[in-house]
DNA sequence: TAGAGCCTGGACAACGTTGTCATCAGCGAG
DNA sequence: CTCGCTGATGACAACGTTGTCCAGGCTCTA
């Protein structure tokens, strides 16, 4: 007997079974409430969304049916009638970065705020799965999407934007396209770093940096250049090595600038990750080499000296980008623009070293 | 004229008119693809899925009226039909503490193993912020649920879980239901620590934690009071301190119980948020106060001492629960049950310090 | 050459909700 | 007493997709 019955009265499309009070796996639909609360289906959506003209007895028998079945809404069907879906989707490059930690707490209250859940996904700085993650995440009609780009081309994302998706690029530029952008100052920032440094008498000062294609990497180190030149001082290719924030290679090209004929004697790292790497070796050395680091670090201050940084306002780059793109969606934004936050200068020691001869 | 047309061609339910190319705002469908492509309806479908059944000649047409067009399926409106929605939530308490983002991402990997999408929110440590976000997201439909509690009564998520949303608690057990629990060993792991420190000659030892409602809190105090116990040492009142983790507070409970009659020798912090304020704490001392902290944190071993710590394994945490839901989607789990992972005793010097008399 | 069987493709309903519109009862005014 | 109005209520279609099922054309074999 291959066919049970001709016809069930519901296809048994959902193969979980559990010990349930009443029916299998089947959620209760406004129909079942509007049946058991002897209304119409109309009616108990009235109820349910708050709308006015439903009698105060009327109201009380539906709420009365929605307990007793245990009601709650399917926000699917909701989602797919109304074209909007109140959340948003934020892709970052690591969730476990701690650099990121208060950017996303900052995405996911201005997302709050305005009744959006948050939908997050990283991409592992793989720019194929930024654009799996973004394609997904449209696929889901997101209503937005803040982006801290691993890729440097997103044409891919226009037909979204065409169709509505508010999309916010932050800490890094969009690639290709005209977008919205929010920024730390990298430029500036790395050069009031290593100017610091310099100012404290350093001349053969190293930098160590993220790989050069992603463009925060690139602007801190263009900063690093143009601090060193107002100084007047050439830079030995010696004294710079980018690439991947691995502690393995971070680690050999810290040891290879220290040592050799013309050793640095202070170290500008050019984020949060090559930082506390740095930190590791620079503990190991007998003479003392100074170091200022972009990106703030937890437990900066107490280290021994206490870690010069500059710092940038993780939160305060989240909340903009995550506004302003509830901003596109209210529609009281005219065109695209590039946001530049500051960045601060936090002496605590480190960088206030002077050069050991 | 009230009325432009008795009957446009569609709904303007989309207020949003953006420059676009084609259509305003209307995202292309199958329907329209499959017109363009001159083929029926499902064959589109069958091609987005990739289902068999379609001519190689037929196959192109209908991907080159995809592209022609930007089409990219709703997931919502498939959502609906199929049931499931290939995205599970994750509640936890603050996406910015460090001790989460390393159990986040974890959670996201399994998720992205298994095709789903991350959905998550933070509690705030608010139960009724817990709770309206749960629901939020059965609302949304997840196929199942990563919850940290904040409250301790979830049988609000009792007829979620009839309904068949899989969930898993982690870190603390869920109140007042059956459920999956993934914990770390809290008893053990701070008994342990506490009795390190009497290993090394401390009787008189602080405890500094977070609010006894939460669960772990109040069982790293129960190790505490039992490593103590063991060591036939009894606890004074003054030396154990419980209440938000708030700087300010713990820095006046830690001040209290280093002054005093009985000044304590050693402190064991109940988490990461603690050990931070009480490392400056002892940083402004003049003699050395032993320390040890529940959970690890960064640079912990480049301070002076080094803080030794019970670490846990957040990403274990994470991923261990987000199998086990997805094993219970999958239906091959039998029942509830209550995993408790071992932590890790990490002495890097702080532990180690004799008591200064 | 005809029948059987297979493969491709399309029509149609259903998922659960919300927007539109019609209906109906009750009521006040003329 | 009746007309028209108001406010509550429900019937129905639509959102965009997928599952079911049937039709038509093809190939293969007897």
Redesign the interface.
């Known amino acids: 007997m291959p066919e049970p019955a001709p016809r069930a009265d519901r296809p048994a499309?959902?193969?979980?079974d559990?010990p349930?009070?009443t029916r299998y796996?089947n959620?209760p639909t406004m129909k079942d409430v509007a049946a058991r609360a002897g209304v119409g289906l109309k009616t108990v959506s009235r109820v349910v969304n708050g709308e006015p003209g439903v009698t105060p007895d009327t109201e009380r028998r539906v709420q009365e049916a929605i307990e007793a079945l245990?009601f709650?809404?399917?926000?699917?069907?909701r989602?797919?009638r109304k074209?909007r879906?109140a959340?948003i989707g934020l892709i970052l490059e690591?969730?476990?970065?701690?650099f990121?930690?208060?950017l996303?707490?900052a995405v996911?209250e201005v997302a709050?705020a305005h009744g959006a859940?948050?939908?997050?996904?990283?991409s592992a700085e793989d720019p194929d799965r930024e654009q799996e993650l973004a394609?997904?995440?449209?696929?889901?009609?997101v209503d937005g999407l803040v982006v801290i780009p691993a890729g440097d081309d997103h044409r891919y994302l226009e037909?979204?934007i065409?169709?509505?998706v508010a999309t916010v690029f932050v800490d890094r530029p969009a690639g290709r396209i005209d977008a919205d952008v929010v920024l730390s100052d990298n430029f500036g920032g790395a050069r009031d770093g290593v100017a610091h440094l310099i100012a404290h008498g350093h001349r053969r000062i190293g930098f160590i940096g993220d790989m050069p294609r992603i463009h925060t990497a690139a602007e801190r180190l263009r900063g690093y250049r143009a601090a060193m030149e107002d100084a007047g001082i050439s830079v030995a290719d010696s004294w710079m090595s980018l690439g991947v924030t691995d502690p393995e290679r971070v680690r050999r090209a810290a040891e290879a600038m220290l040592t050799g004929p013309e050793p640095v004697t202070a170290v500008f790292t050019g984020n949060n990750r090559v930082t506390?790497t740095v930190?590791?070796v620079l503990?190991g050395l007998p003479r003392p080499v100074a170091l200022v680091g972009f990106d703030d670090?937890?437990?900066?201050?107490?280290?021994?000296p206490g870690v010069t940084v500059v710092a940038q306002d993780a939160a305060a780059l989240g909340r903009t980008a995550t506004e302003r793109l509830f901003r596109q969606l209210d529609?009281t934004l005219l065109g695209p623009e590039r946001i530049e936050l500051p960045t601060r200068l936090v002496t605590r020691g480190s960088g206030e070293l002077p050069p050991s001869v």
Chains 1, 2 share one sequence.
């Open positions: 499309d959902r193969l979980r559990r349930s009070g796996g959620r245990g709650r809404r399917n926000d699917s069907a989602v797919l074209g879906t959340s690591d969730l476990a970065d701690p990121y930690g208060p996303s707490r996911e709050r859940l948050l939908i997050n996904g990283s394609l997904a995440l449209c696929a889901r009609r037909p979204e065409r169709a509505g506390v930190i590791r503990a670090i937890e437990l900066a201050d107490l280290l021994q529609g």
